[in-house]
């Protein structure tokens, strides 16, 4: 029987299966940001932890695989609103925070030609709720963590404001370019990816322009995997401009797009805690 959560905004979309849960243009500004991020959870937290890790994501040295892993994908191929953009560095830290000790985030963008597509690892590093150690604050962590990266912040959001728009937008294509990757197999416990987009995808395979998303045999051979195990949150970004692409039936079709390819569950909407059933803290200080 489908699970539904205890509570999400309206207007969102919920699916569930009865399964166990388990572009020449780089757009640095948001991968310096998500760097900036994993930066100062690295460098800030990393000084509270007497643990053998990678100085330069968190992870642990010896390449284990790790029991979470969380992959965000940001679009990058339109230029994101100031509320957008501290929605997803509110958004990248929040699930940052909610990963079990040593589980992976991984930040990546969605660029027209996704050969220039760049990305940033950060894990999980222990701080007082994670470990029990009452010499940890964790409100010290957040407020060292302002102090480093905070005014740099808010001005790669300016530069992030003023992106090219770019002509393509495969978002199909990274969602398959995710699930082909070694380390988001399925020897991982838990699963999560996360797309931060107006979802109006747009490729040589495939388009929600014209007629509407339809996905040839050739497409779906080439773009569709099987996603069991993955729990998959869809932050749809309105924009006027796509006033003819987007709405509810825009959204249905997403949700199908995933069902199709038996993910454990998918949401979309715009909130930070959609779909979550159990309470999460959010990390909302930003700037």
């Given at each position: 029987m489908s699970r539904r959560p205890k509570s999400r905004s309206q207007?969102?979309?919920?699916?569930?299966?009865?399964?166990?849960?388990?572009?020449e243009y780089k757009a640095?500004?948001?991968f310096a940001i998500a760097g900036l991020v994993a930066a100062g959870f690295v460098g800030i937290a990393a000084t509270h932890v007497n643990t053998d890790v990678d100085n330069t994501?968190?992870?642990?040295?010896?390449?284990?695989?790790p029991e979470a892993h969380t992959f965000i994908l940001v679009?990058?191929?339109?230029?994101?609103?100031?509320?957008?953009?501290?929605?997803?560095?509110?958004?990248i830290r929040t699930e940052y925070m909610n990963l079990p000790l040593h589980g992976r985030l991984t930040v990546r963008n969605i660029l027209a030609d996704p050969n220039a597509a760049s990305e940033i690892v950060v894990c999980r590093m222990a701080d007082r709720a994670k470990r029990g150690d009452i010499n940890a604050n964790d409100g010290k962590i957040k407020r060292?963590?302002?102090?480093?990266?905070?005014?740099?912040?808010?001005?790669?959001?300016?530069?992030?404001?003023?992106?090219?728009?770019?002509?393509?937008?495969?978002?199909?294509?990274s969602v398959a370019s995710v699930m082909d990757r070694p380390d988001?197999?399925?020897?991982?416990?838990?699963?999560?990816?996360?797309?931060?987009?107006?979802?109006?995808?747009?490729?040589?395979?495939?388009?929600?322009?014209?007629?509407?998303?339809?996905?040839?045999?050739?497409?779906?051979?080439?773009?569709?995997r099987d996603m069991v195990g993955v729990q998959v949150r869809l932050h749809y970004i309105r924009r006027p401009s796509l006033s003819r692409v987007q709405g509810p039936a825009h959204k249905d079709s997403?949700?199908?797009?995933?069902?199709?390819?038996?993910?454990?569950?998918?949401?979309?909407?715009?909130?930070?805690?959609?779909?979550?059933?159990?309470?999460?803290?959010?990390w909302t200080d930003v700037s």
């Open positions: 207007g969102d979309r919920f699916y569930r299966n009865g399964r166990k849960r388990g572009a640095i500004g948001i994501t968190g992870c642990p040295s010896d390449n284990r695989s679009d990058e191929t339109d230029k994101l609103n100031a509320t957008d953009l501290r929605y997803t560095e509110a958004l060292d963590f302002q102090k480093v990266a905070g005014v740099r912040l808010d001005r790669l959001m300016d530069e992030l404001a003023a992106a090219p728009v770019q002509d393509a937008s495969p978002i199909l294509e988001f197999g399925s020897m991982i416990s838990s699963r999560r990816m996360i797309i931060i987009s107006d979802l109006a995808q747009h490729s040589d395979l495939v388009s929600d322009y014209g007629r509407g998303r339809h996905l040839s045999d050739e497409a779906r051979d080439l773009l569709e997403w949700i199908q797009q995933f069902q199709h390819m038996n993910v454990d569950d998918v949401v979309i909407g715009h909130d930070i805690n959609m779909g979550e059933i159990s309470k999460r803290e959010v």
